[in-house]
């Protein structure tokens, strides 16, 4: 695991009269920016991780009719419970909801109601929200100008106070009725795909619990985005328990990997204190273990965290995972030429998956051994060519370019990383010494070429914001 719906609980207070233009147009602004790709935020890249997703959601997307090369679930690195969709087809999780859950079945619930935001055409309909919003904002200006004009003050100041309250219920009303929308396309998603409902019932009551704690009324959902997930629940216990699938049991083999993941996902977010407490040293099952072992790495124990990860690979060993943190933790803890016998059987056990491809190369560079060169620079270009978003595997192919003497190509593969972590002014940099070092016209010197115009692009735009 590496650092490189929108189901909320919240609700929107509403500010003073005299506040409201300030608010209605902050949190307009402010709701727009979810329709962006996120950047601003840490985003968690897992091989086993993102395998497990891909499985959980595909026959959500085989039968909401979506491209299944399209959709993708995205994992960032955030405590909060929430998921949503921002744009194409791609659905952001939560760490804190993937900790928060219990069982894979309430991620797909989860899965299935960004789906129904995606089938929707919520995002590109958001506008419609905000513009009808805006509208009566505007009408309640005018009005209130004109009452003022004539002499009318406080009556002017009324209407206008009146018509932003106005324009951001009718805001909050259309994005309740997008999200009561997503929930009946999710439920339908569900129960032609076979799932049962009873995750996603158990999810809306974890988050209702929530309310209780945060004492948000419960009488009606005026004032919040979403409907309260009490209403939720009534609504949708009864469409699933219709379903010949509630009481389907869940699969086996994807519920035992989601333990699998939320255990490891825990060590490696949280505090090892915090992991330790939650999976003792007297619990001996796969996900325990595998807790403990991120627990012990990150608390910079590797012979404890070893202890962990050996045990797991002598119940499973040809599991590329488990292979997989083994060689991390060698590699991370000083030994590389140890790391790669694991990491290269890891890598042939998942045909070349690109993010335990881009660590093996990684390893092979960190040997300082001239006699792996080619083997780094021929699987770290495997890894991009499969998985072009990996700037750890273009630093990387940036760094045994280098060591080879090809300058011109480890300017270029710095160029892609820098472009992927939106460090334009590294880009420009890189991407323009990568063509004073290449012939014109060819391949790479194109790519370079063009690098250099899309950052110098993106670097103006951003100046320009400031």
């Known amino acids: 695991m590496r650092n490189f719906l929108a189901v909320s609980f919240s609700r929107i207070l509403l500010p003073a009269p005299g506040q409201l233009t300030r608010f209605l147009i902050a949190f307009l602004a402010m709701a727009s920016v979810i329709v962006q790709p996120v950047a601003a935020q840490s985003i968690l890249r897992d091989a086993e991780t993102e395998a497990l997703f891909a499985d959980m959601v595909a026959p959500l997307v085989a039968v909401s009719e979506l491209d299944s090369n399209e959709v993708e679930v995205v994992l960032i690195n955030d405590r909060q419970i929430n998921a949503f969709v921002a744009g194409g087809q791609r659905i952001y999780f939560y760490s804190g909801l993937i900790e928060t859950a219990d069982s894979a079945n309430e991620v797909q619930g989860v899965m299935a109601h960004e789906l129904g935001h995606i089938t929707g055409g919520h995002i590109i309909r958001f506008n419609e929200g905000v513009q009808a919003a805006t509208g009566i904002t505007i009408l309640s200006l005018i009005l209130g100008a004109a009452a003022i004009a004539a002499g009318a003050g ?134 325990a273990r595998y807790a403990r072992a991120y627990a012990w790495h990150k608390s910079a124990y590797p012979d404890r965290a070893l202890y962990e990860v050996n045990n797991l690979i002598a119940s499973a060993p040809n599991d590329p995972y488990f292979l997989e943190l083994q060689g991390q933790i060698l590699l991370e803890s000083g030994k590389p030429n140890e790391a790669l016998q694991s990491l290269r059987r890891a890598v042939q056990l998942t045909n070349n998956q690109p993010l335990i491809a881009s660590l093996f190369g990684h390893a092979l560079i960190a040997t300082e051994d001239p006699q792996y060169h080619d083997e780094a620079t021929q699987v770290l270009k495997a890894a991009v060519n499969k998985d072009n978003r990996n700037p750890f595997a273009w630093y990387q192919l940036g760094v045994v370019y280098s060591q080879q003497g090809d300058m011109a190509r480890a300017q270029l593969a710095t160029a892609e990383s820098s472009m992927l972590q939106r460090n334009y002014a590294s880009a420009i940099r890189s991407s323009q010494i990568a063509m004073s070092g290449m012939p014109e016209n060819t391949p790479d010197w194109i790519r370079a070429q063009d690098i250099s115009f899309i950052a110098k692009a993106e670097f103006e735009k951003n100046n320009r914001r400031r």
């Open 154 to 287: 406080d009556a002017g100041m009324g209407i206008m106070a009146a018509g932003q309250q106005a324009a951001m219920g009718k805001f909050l009303a259309f994005s309740r009725v997008q999200e009561r929308s997503a929930d009946s396309a999710g439920a339908r998603y569900l129960a032609d795909a076979g799932i049962s409902g009873k995750g996603s019932i158990d999810f809306f009551k974890k988050l209702q619990n929530y309310e209780f704690r945060l004492g948000i009324p419960q009488e009606d959902s005026y004032g919040r985005t979403h409907p309260l997930s009490g209403e939720r629940v009534s609504l949708l216990r009864d469409v699933y328990e219709k379903d010949p699938a509630w009481d389907r049991p869940p699969d086996p083999d994807i519920e035992a990997r989601f333990q699998r993941v939320k255990a490891k996902l825990l060590g490696y977010t949280a505090e090892p204190a915090v992991t330790l407490r939650q999976y003792p040293e007297s619990d001996q099952s796969v996900p």
